[in-house]
């Protein structure tokens, strides 16, 4: 329904995903442990030192396709290397299940919806990660 609120967290982690033709359940299960324990925020010493199990943190996962683009030729994107919606969806989905294994609070947009995302971003820090070839 539009208008409606789908999720809201706290203190966290935005995670934009975009899913390719190439990813797999291998791909979703390392991103996740990644992200779980990358030392993103600050310790009492304002050091990046503690992770999200560490702060106990919340998470906003939200399928994000246009990652995927390719924008090195002509001056439309080329969306050839992202995954069909079914394909993306399956993977968005474990992905999801991972990160909720951890414990930790997990909310989702809306898989496929065009919905307005709020950020409120600290430092501010965005980091792009990328699975092994």
Known sequence: MEGTQVGRIG?????????AKTDDVSNAEYLAEKILNLRLFPD???KMNLSILDTGGEMMVVSQFTLVCDLRKGRRPSFE????????EELYK?????LEKS?????????GALMMVDLRNWGPLTF???TPV
């Open 44 to 46: 009492s010493s304002g």
């Open 11 to 19: 203190e966290g982690l935005l995670v934009l995903v975009g899913v």
């Open 94 to 98: 474990r992905f999801v299940s991972f």
């Open 128 to 130: 792009v990660i990328d």
């Open 81 to 88: 290397g992202a995954a069909e919606p079914s394909q993306a």
């Open 103 to 111: 414990g930790l609070e997990v909310k989702t947009g809306k898989f």
